[in-house]
């Protein structure tokens, strides 16, 4: 097995591992697709890690984030990284640890978006750090979403454009994965109580929450007209479908949806699109 082979099933490995959410999808695309997409999910995931780490204290988590940050604006260096890294090396996962394997296994074409997206969101991110994710305002859920989530939709909506010359609004891109990422508020609401956070601005109730993602998902749904490649339909359907369902879910009182219910709905769609 050649390292480019080897490191392509490490990759595919490491995305089964850290997303319940995008792995299936992932793993539908074309070939051409599925490196890319999934070397940038991974690049994300890797900065994701540090700042949703429980071990870190916030100083620490900014320093990592920001110091990242300023490396993925240049031409990013694995040795450089290494250092930046090496005080916390124990306490770090897998997939931030390799975060130079991730950006060498990304077509050159499109890596510079990647890297760029990458960035800004590890900055964005060391900044709600540093605010202790204290959300205030919709303002503030604005843009603490768009930090954690809509800069995936606007990084996809790059890499769609770059594949095959797919134009989409980036209003909507970031829409739909605010709207992901809404969902999972409202799902962990009890879980971020527990270590002392709240994602609801001042004065929400769960029922304005549930009314901020319908309106971000209904932008979700308008992102999915624009795209005509059936691929790509097929790979943005699946996280919108299980953000649909968990939202229908939790208004009836349940948790969250059942590892059935969910392996129904991917069959569903997979199963319509033949």
Same mark, same amino acid.
């Given at each position: 097995?050649?390292?480019?082979?080897?490191?392509?099933?490490?990759?595919?490995?490491?995305?089964?591992?850290?997303?319940?959410?995008?792995?299936?999808?992932?793993?539908?695309?074309?070939?051409?697709?599925?490196?890319?997409?999934?070397?940038?999910?991974?690049?994300?995931?890797?900065?994701?890690?540090?700042?949703?780490?429980?071990?870190?204290?916030?100083?620490?988590?900014?320093?990592?984030?920001?110091?990242?940050?300023?490396?993925?604006?240049?031409?990013?260096?694995?040795?450089?990284?290494?250092?930046?890294?090496?005080?916390?090396?124990?306490?770090?996962?897998?997939?931030?640890?390799?975060?130079?394997?991730?950006?060498?296994?990304?077509?050159?074409?499109?890596?510079?978006?990647? %890297?760029?997206?990458?960035?800004?969101?590890?900055?964005?991110?060391?900044?709600?750090?540093?605010?202790?994710?204290?959300?205030?305002?919709?303002?503030?859920?604005?843009?603490?979403?768009?930090?954690?989530?809509?800069?995936?939709?606007?990084?996809?909506?790059?890499?769609?454009?770059?594949?095959?010359?797919?134009?989409?609004?980036?209003?909507?891109?970031?829409?739909?994965?605010?709207?992901?990422?809404?969902?999972?508020? %409202?799902?962990?609401?009890?879980?971020?109580?527990?270590?002392?956070?709240?994602?609801?601005?001042?004065?929400?109730?769960?029922?304005?929450?549930?009314?901020?993602?319908?309106?971000?998902?209904?932008?979700?749904?308008?992102?999915?007209?624009?795209i005509k490649t059936k691929n790509?339909?097929?790979?943005?359907?699946?996280?919108?479908?299980?953000?649909?369902?968990?939202?229908?879910?939790l208004k009836s009182g349940n948790?969250?949806?059942?590892?059935?219910?969910?392996?129904?709905?991917?069959?569903?769609?997979?199963?319509?699109?033949?």
């Amino acid at each position: 097995m050649n390292d480019v082979t080897r490191l392509e099933k490490e990759a595919m490995q490491m995305l089964k591992e850290t997303s319940r959410t995008f792995y299936i999808p992932i793993k539908i695309l074309k070939p051409k697709l599925r490196k890319t997409v999934g070397s940038a999910y991974l690049c994300m995931r890797a900065i994701d890690e540090i700042e949703d780490h429980e071990q870190l204290d916030p100083e620490a988590k900014q320093y990592l984030l920001r110091s990242t940050g300023e490396l993925l604006k240049g031409k990013f260096s694995s040795v450089a990284y290494g250092e930046i890294i090496k005080p916390y090396e124990n306490e770090l996962p897998e997939v931030t640890k390799r975060l130079g394997d991730w950006i060498a296994f990304c077509p050159e074409g499109i890596v510079d978006k990647v %890297l760029e997206s990458t960035s800004i969101m590890a900055n964005g991110m060391a900044d709600w750090v540093e605010k202790n994710w204290q959300i205030r305002t919709k303002e503030d859920l604005d843009d603490y979403t768009y930090y954690v989530a809509g800069l995936v939709g606007v990084m996809l909506s790059d890499i769609w454009k770059w594949y095959d010359n797919t134009e989409t609004v980036p209003e909507l891109a970031i829409g739909y994965g605010r709207g992901l990422q809404a969902v999972n508020v %409202l799902r962990n609401q009890e879980e971020d109580l527990d270590r002392g956070v709240r994602f609801f601005p001042n004065n929400w109730s769960r029922e304005d929450m549930f009314q901020y993602a319908e309106a971000n998902l209904a932008k979700a749904d308008e992102y999915m007209k624009s795209i005509k490649t059936k691929n790509i339909i097929l790979f943005c359907r699946i996280p919108l479908a299980l953000a649909y369902r968990t939202l229908h879910a939790l208004k009836s009182g349940n948790e969250k949806m059942s590892r059935q219910e969910v392996e129904m709905t991917v069959n569903e769609i997979l199963n319509n699109d033949e």
